[in-house]
């Protein structure tokens, strides 16, 4: 089994500044993960990935997220922010090798002001 | 094309009654998964289906939760008697393919069910 921890209920930044949102796993088993990202009365949408390889993984909308396998982490990271990154934020494993079912944690509202 | 629709957008049920939420994959897609999103949480995994076979119902949390994929396509989830802590969004998702190799969830909109 595995689960994911997102420490961050919220986090507020201003505008052009650098955030991250962080994201620790636990598995017992290999994993892929996931950062997905979720607007207001929308589904989630895929943010970045990583399946294997390089540890540096580049998303949609400027995100990236580094994977550290020693220290279990995924944290999600954006050099600079704008309004319209304002959203939830999902951090996400599953098994890897399988179609198979995503583990979310409970989200961080990033909340991008002026 | 088309995304992964789901309806209705909102249900708003009394305590007791029976409702039954739809969802359509994307045409082609083989595998779909059904998550519930309680208020404040991140979505938990339900169901999961491959073609019109049931695969995993393990996070279904109670008998009365049931649902099916009769033809390999649309899905119904059918929650009885409805309760109101089975207040919540219900997530759609579905994938190209199964197997070894990962192929992306494409999400639905959801449907928000309010429980009275």
């Known amino acids: 089994a595995q689960s994911v921890t997102q420490l961050d209920s919220q986090v507020p930044v201003f505008e052009e500044a650098p955030v991250e949102l962080r994201c620790n796993y636990s598995s017992s088993v290999s994993v892929y993960l996931f950062w997905y990202v979720q607007y207001p009365n929308q589904g989630l949408q895929l943010l970045l990935k990583?399946?294997?390889?390089?540890?540096l993984v580049k998303g949609i909308n400027g995100f990236e997220a580094e994977f550290n396998k020693s220290q279990t982490s995924f944290h999600l990271r954006k050099p600079s922010v704008h309004i319209s990154d304002t959203a939830e934020y999902f951090c996400?494993?599953?098994?890897?090798?399988?179609?198979?079912?995503?583990?979310f944690g409970t989200g961080t509202r990033l909340q991008v002001t002026l | 094309g088309a995304g992964v629709s789901q309806s209705p957008r909102y249900k708003v049920a009394k305590r007791g009654q029976d409702v039954a939420l739809r969802c359509d994959p994307i045409?082609?897609?083989?595998?779909l998964f059904w998550y519930q999103q309680a208020l404040g949480q991140g979505p938990e995994f339900l169901t999961y289906f491959q073609n019109e076979a049931q695969l995993d119902k393990s996070g279904l949390p109670s008998d009365r939760f049931f649902a099916e994929r009769p033809e390999g396509s649309v899905s119904t989830l059918k929650i009885q008697r409805t309760q109101q802590e089975d207040s919540a969004v219900y997530l759609c998702a579905s994938s190209f393919s199964f197997g070894t190799t990962y192929n992306e969830q494409f999400f639905g909109p959801g449907t928000r069910l309010t429980v009275l």
């Open positions: 990583y399946l294997s390889g390089s540890t």
């Open positions: 045409s082609g897609h083989v595998s």
């Open positions: 996400a494993v599953s098994e890897s090798g399988t179609a198979s079912k995503l583990t």
